[in-house]
């Protein structure tokens, strides 16, 4: 068994010990330091492997010790940890070149399996690019999230932010897709460039192709002038295709083209240009699906799915709830940063399972601290939030519909069985359907999920009880 070295820098002394034995017992050679001062003077003693260095130390933090490694050694692993760890951390940390970021407290089966990992790369002498570090860099989107969930997910955006590979988000709407789209530019070496966000299905399918890649004078009615698409005007930066599932087939080919190529051509003309731009890509849909179905090309599908990122829903990240709304609440009063939230208050919204995610309860909070006297209370909050009930209250609760008529409905069911209607009126085009219900894209989608509607873009609407 090959003997690697291992540097272990945490103040606490049981960290050190706890992490040292599990590495010992690996088969790693280890030494230990109480600082990053200390680690500083013990760099060039030897060939260090990895680096597990505590984030929080007396002097000079972890990301000093990983900036520190990644000059001078910089074939070195380093491995932050933290007991305070967060969403922008886990971004930090990857982006900045760390190989993991591990959350404390921890069992040794978290350690044991990384060190495993880590001998089995170095036995067999590969090496993974890391990502470069960008000296002071600040991010000017500000992202909130201790959970678990969020925070795996950072890292691996901080891993694929500085390359140029194409990225597909997934999630529920509401999850944050664009937020993650907009940090990964941010984070990449296009962050100077320009980052466009194309919401496809706000856009009709007959103009998608030159809204994007631009049209030349007279290529169609109302086309008076040469105009450049929103893709030059991304040129060096990146472009964010939001809701690409909505796309039609026919555009999806003339998508991919550009992709391979990396040259578009206007509508209306004949001559093809270079164009460097990345592709960020996401749906709420579930895309294998629609390849599946047949309403989305399976070869564009994978072209953009080079990297898969899947947002998790709100409800599985509840404790990220209290801090989000907090952000909120302090926007709305930017010169009043000590609005609060009453503690019952906080257990309604943790409570409550936010089916619009994130954009959901932006829009509660916003009102609730339009309302309240500085203390946001309960009273403060939307009826739909208020009236949530809590575990297990659905079994005290007597029945309501018990003692209505047999021949009324829920109001729920109403609403899902017109929405099914109107969407095989419009032979699925969904921009139509929201039209007529007098609602945005948004909220038609949400009502599709919430009504589990499941159409075709020929009309046919099969829901649970959309007869």
């Known amino acids: 068994m090959n003997q690697f070295q291992a540097l272990v820098i945490d ?12 590495l010992s017992n690996d088969g790693w050679k280890v030494a230990q330091s109480s600082s990053a001062e200390e680690a500083f003077t013990m760099l060039n003693d030897q ?5 597990f260095c505590d984030v929080m130390l007396g002097g000079a933090d972890g990301y000093s010790v990983l900036r520190r490694f990644k000059e001078e050694m910089p074939e070195t692993k380093v491995v932050l940890m933290t007991g305070h760890g967060s969403a922008v951390g886990a971004l930090d940390a990857t982006a900045s070149g ?51 969930a969020f925070i795996e997910v950072m890292k691996q955006v901080g891993r694929v932010a500085p390359t140029n590979l194409t990225v597909l988000l997934t999630g529920e709407s ?23 966000a194309v919401n496809c299905g706000a856009i009709p399918a007959e103009l998608i192709e030159a809204e994007l890649f631009g049209h030349v004078k007279g290529s ?26 909505e796309t039609t087939l026919s555009f999806q080919v003339k998508l991919l083209r550009v992709l391979q190529q990396g040259e578009i051509r206007r509508v209306g003309s004949n001559q093809t240009q270079k164009v460097n731009v990345r592709v960020i890509a996401a749906s709420n849909l579930d895309v294998e699906g629609e390849v599946k179905a047949g309403r989305f090309r399976n070869d564009l599908f994978y072209r953009l799915n080079a990297v898969a ?7 599985d990240r509840r404790e990220d709830i209290p801090p989000l709304a907090q952000t909120f609440a302090e926007r709305v009063f930017s010169l009043s940063p000590s609005v609060r939230f009453a503690p019952e208050a906080l257990n309604v919204l943790q409570r409550y399972d936010w089916p619009g995610n994130i954009r959901e309860l932006e829009n509660a909070v916003v009102r609730a601290a339009a309302m309240c006297d500085g203390t946001i209370r309960v009273k403060d909050l939307p009826e739909r939030v208020r009236n949530h009930p809590q575990n297990g209250e659905h079994n005290q609760q007597p029945d309501a519909q018990s003692s209505l008529p047999e021949d009324w409905t829920p109001l729920s069911t109403v609403e899902g069985r017109y929405v099914a209607r109107v969407l095989s009126h419009t032979g699925g085009n969904k921009q139509a359907a929201a039209r007529l219900l007098e609602v945005d894209r948004k909220t038609l989608d949400r009502m599709i999920k919430r009504h589990k509607i499941d159409y075709d873009r020929r009309g046919k609407s099969n829901g649970a009880d959309h007869a």
């Open 309 to 315: 990122l899947t947002l998790p829903p709100l409800r």
């Open 11 to 22: 103040d606490e002394p049981q960290v050190r010990e706890f992490v040292s034995t599990i």
């Open 98 to 148: 760390a190989y993991d970021y591990l959350l404390k407290p921890f069992g040794p089966d978290e350690v044991g399996s990384l060190a495993t990992a880590l001998r089995q790369q170095l036995s067999e002498k590969t090496r993974s690019l890391s990502p470069k570090h960008h000296p002071g860099y600040r991010t000017d989107i500000e992202l909130v999230g201790r959970s678990h």
């Open 220 to 245: 169609f009615t109302g086309a008076d002038r040469d105009r450049r698409g929103l893709w030059e005007e991304a040129d060096g930066g990146t472009v964010f295709l939001d809701e690409i599932t």
């Open 47 to 51: 060939a260090w492997s990895v680096v």
């Open 174 to 196: 509401g999850t944050g897709k664009e937020l993650v789209a907009s940090t990964i530019h941010q984070r990449s070496g296009r962050g100077d460039r320009t980052f466009v």
